[in-house]
């Protein structure tokens, strides 16, 4: 792989420090009031030199968050293959929600969160986006799971998927407007066992 030419070196510098100072801005003052001309006057930068890295404020926090996708793909390789479809997902959840306390911290979920609700979420929005590793990780689970006869065949896969991701959210959101004293990984991993639970085959 050839090296970085020094005009490279200073895009990717000016690109990192655009996504800190902007996530600083947002941590601080909330989302909404942070406009596109305030994050350039800190870098010092100007408002083109914004837009060639990002198309828009919100695209800086979701190339934060997009880190999300490729620590999915390295807890896919770990996962046990000759587990019940249902233990994969709550294995899954388990992760994902020790990655949110520990590596992305309440702060920037907020900002994510506030910013998606501030924003008209389009089908193809990057949260709900069905291409997103996860999504496809859930589908897959779900599938088997009904394949192997765990999980109902009433349901169609996509509807499994939206209770299964809407307890993921419900506890997300729960954490956020709780004190330090609530548990995630816990609550999500009780939480979302009673609600697989009821989507299994009663036998």
């Not at 294995?91 to 008209?120: F, I, S």
Request: proline share 2%; glycine share 4%; net charge neutral.
């Amino acid at each position: 792989m050839n090296a970085m030419t020094s005009r490279q070196k200073k895009a990717l510098e000016t690109r990192e420090k655009l996504l800190k100072v902007s996530l600083d801005l947002f941590n601080k003052h909330g989302f909404e009031h942070v406009s596109v001309e305030q994050i350039t006057k800190a870098c010092q930068v100007s408002k083109g030199t914004f837009y060639t890295h990002f198309p828009s404020k919100y695209d800086v926090i979701l190339e934060k968050f997009k880190e999300l996708d490729s620590f999915y793909g390295s807890v896919e390789k770990n996962i046990d293959r000759t587990l019940p479809p249902s233990e994969k997902i709550l294995l899954l959840y388990q992760e994902q929600m020790k990655y949110l306390t520990h590596v992305v911290g309440k702060d920037l979920l907020r900002t994510v969160y506030t910013a998606a609700m501030t924003n008209q979420v389009e089908q193809d929005h990057y949260l709900i986006n069905p291409q997103r590793l996860i999504f496809q990780m859930i589908n897959a689970y779900i599938e088997e799971g009904i394949q192997l006869g765990e999980f109902r065949q009433g349901l169609e896969v996509g509807q499994i998927q939206t209770i299964i991701q809407r307890c993921m959210r419900a506890n997300v959101y729960d954490w956020l407007i709780h004190n330090e004293d609530f548990d995630l990984s816990a609550e999500m991993a009780q939480f979302t066992a009673v609600v697989l639970d009821g989507l299994k085959v009663k036998k």
